[in-house]
Structures are given as structure tokens and as C-alpha cells.
């Protein structure tokens, strides 16, 4: 029996892991769900799992899912904030980091000093602090499992031991597929005017707001280009992206030999979830089979970065390396609030972006203090320059 710790628990991927867990009560325990703000959803799911621990972001909202607990008769220990939320992390055997932005990265550190088995959706974490954080998974010994659909893919694809550079196990490229989002044929007029719900029309996933933001404008796609070298040892010239919109091919893994190796699956987060709790073993994920008769075709397109320039953004920042991954992330993510928000318009959101990277200064990102101060810094300079936007659109 592995205890399981599941940060951000009432999110999408939150929603698609309590659906496995529940599928196989004999090998996993919840030992803390957390959410940030949403004390009902919280509520309701510690009633139907009764973790031993329960962590939210307040203490006002703590104190209110404490006393309705209290009501019912559960005796969930909760508690409040950062700290609380590292140290249900550092406990449990197995960790699922599934907060979303910045505010997953000392949590998911945490589970990671503590050597746990962590299985990895929150890329921003990643992004921002990759060599340091992948330094704490060699130190502590954490077994560090890919979530995301495609480093979960790619994963399944390369040989059990794949560290120390692609070009030892002979591997040429890493094929990491794109759906396009919902955009894919837009042009550039009809960017411009799009709304925060049709970006979140995902074609194929069903995913929180700001990671459907990201899949509409490439922004995940970059995040995901950062992710894979930090995962998988590569430079950014061995990773092309393949724009994929049936989302029925993951990923995939290209080898000296001319081999193409492909994960494939319905689109379904319940199998890269399965895939990484059970791994080395198979489970049941719930997922209905792939049905090839009914997918009939697959497609590949090259990206175009003059459409979605993010893509070739994160392309630069991790080209760029020390700090500009954190900057870029940071702001993006405030660029991406301010666009769900009715502040900005889409094609504003690589706008902000590039402007911060181009304002501020590349450092090395050996330390968390230093890539901390930097993600506030560009978080400022991306307001300024949504504050400025908005004033020239008033004026204009
Ligand atoms: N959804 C998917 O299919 C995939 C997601 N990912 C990655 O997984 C992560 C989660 O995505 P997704 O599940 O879609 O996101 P959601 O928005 O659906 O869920 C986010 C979760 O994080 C919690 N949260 C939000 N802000 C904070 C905060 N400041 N402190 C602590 N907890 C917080 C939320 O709590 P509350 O409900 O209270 O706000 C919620 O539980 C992202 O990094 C995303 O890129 C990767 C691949 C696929
Ligand atoms: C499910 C998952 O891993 C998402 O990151 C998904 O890949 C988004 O799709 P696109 O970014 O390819 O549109
Ligand atoms: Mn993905």
C-alpha cells in the first residue's frame, strides 16, 4: 500500500488521478488532497476520501472546511498555506504535483528533497528552476515520473536508462506533437479577436483555463520543449515539434536506425497517470481502447511561428538558459490572467511576453533566491506592460 499525496486535487489533472486512485483501493491511500481556494470541491472530496491531511491557501478557508469537517464526523487535520503545503509533500510516498503555475514549485521541491516518488504535471515548476531542480532529484534520489501527455509518451518511449545525453542511447530526436489548440487555422486577424472561452475550447483535452491558454497561443508547447530537455537530457535543437491535431500520437522517440518509436492512446490524462503511479507496472486506467477504424487519419503539420510566436519565445529562453525560462513563465503566467481577465487580447499575450524578456537581464539560476527574485521581477514589468497596453487601447 503507497500513500499518496495529491497536490491540487480539485484541478482537472487532480480530478483525472482521483479517478484512477480510486480504481485500486489495495494499492493506494490518500494521505493530503489540497486545493488553493475551492473550499466546497475540497469538502466534498475529503468526505469521499478522508485523507489524513487536508491544505488550502488561507486560513480564513482552512477554518471552514475545518468546522464543516468537524460536522460530518472526519477527522482530516487541516491546515494552510506554502509551508503546510511542503510538508504534506515531504510525507507521503508518492506525490502528484498537479498545482498549476509558480505556485507548484516549492511543494513539488519539496516532495523532490524528500526523495519521494514524484510524478510530475506542473511543467512550470520545471521551467523555472530545471537545473537546480533536476540536481535535487539526482541528490535525494527522487524517482522523477512524467505526467504531461507527451514526456509521458516520449518516457515510454526511450530505454529504461536514457540520462547522460540522447546521443549515448542513440537516440537522434525527440518528436514532440502539437493538436494546434483551437486555432490552429486562424489567421492573424481572427486572433486578435478571440475570447478567453474559445481559447479554452480545447479540440481534444479537457484542461484547466490557463493550460488550454497555453495549448491556444504554443505556450504549453514551449513550456513542454523546456520540460523535455530538463527531463530527457537534450538540447533544444534535438526536440522538434509536430503539430498533431487528432492528439492521438503523444510523442515520439527518432533512433540512429531509422526507427520512429510513438506512444499512442486516446486522449485521456487517466493513462499518463496510471502509467507513472504503477510504473514499472501496468494498471487499469479506466481508459476505453483506442479505436485506429475510428481515428482513420493522422495528420502532421509544421508549426507556424509567425501566427504563435510563444513557441519560438520559449525556443529562445531556453537557448538563452539561466534565469529567462523563469522570466518567460512568469510572464506568461500574468499574461495569461490578464487575457482570461478582459485586460488583454490574445495575440497581446506573446506581446507582453517578449517585451519582459526583452527587458530583463539573463542570470545564472544556481539558486532558488535568484530565479525567485527574477519570476517577481518579470511578474512587475509584465503588469507595466499590460497597464501600458491598456492605456494606448484607451487612448486609441
Ligand atoms: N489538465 C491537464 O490535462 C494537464 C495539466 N498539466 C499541468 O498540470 C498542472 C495543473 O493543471 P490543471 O489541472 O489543468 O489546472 P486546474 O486549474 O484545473 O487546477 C489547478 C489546481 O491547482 C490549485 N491551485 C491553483 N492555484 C494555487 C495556488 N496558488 N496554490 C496552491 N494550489 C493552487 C487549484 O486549487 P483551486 O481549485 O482551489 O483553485 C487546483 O486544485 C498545470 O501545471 C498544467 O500545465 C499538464 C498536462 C495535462
Ligand atoms: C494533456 C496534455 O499533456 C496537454 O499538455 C496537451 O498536450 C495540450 O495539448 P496541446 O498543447 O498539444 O494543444
Ligand atoms: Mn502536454
Partial sequence: MQTVTLLGATGSIGTSALDVIERHPDRYRLHALTAHSSVEKLLSLCLTHQPEHAVLGSEEDAAQLEAALKDHGISTRVSWGEQALCEVAGQADVVIAGIVGAAGLMPTLAAVRAGRRVLLANKEALV?????????????GAVLLPLDSEH????????????????????????????GGPFRDHDREALATVTPDQACAHPNWSMGRKISVDSATLMNKGLELIEACWLFDATPDQIDVVVHPQSVIHSMAAYSDGSVLAQMGNPDMRTPIAHALAWPERIDA??????????????????????????????????????????LNAANEIAVDAFLAGSIGFTDIPVVVETVMGRIERHNADELDVILAQDRLARHM???VIDALATTAAEG
Fill in 286 to 327: 479506466g481508459v476505453r481502447p483506442l479505436d485506429l477504424f475510428a481515428v482513420a487519419r493522422l495528420d502532421f503539420q509544421t508549426p507556424d511561428l509567425e501566427r504563435f510566436p510563444c513557441l519560438r519565445l520559449a525556443r529562445e529562453a531556453m537557448m538563452a538558459g539561466g534565469t529567462m525560462p523563469a522570466v
Fill in 152 to 179: 509521458n509518451a516520449i518516457f515510454q518511449c526511450l530505454p529504461r536508462e536514457h540520462r547522460g545525453g540522447l546521443d549515448r542511447h542513440g537516440i537522434t530526436q525527440l518528436l514532440l506533437t502539437a493538436s
Fill in 128 to 140: 523555472m528552476s530545471g537545473a537546480l531542480f533536476m540536481r535535487e532529484v539526482a541528490r535525494s
Fill in 382 to 384: 509584465a503588469q507595466d
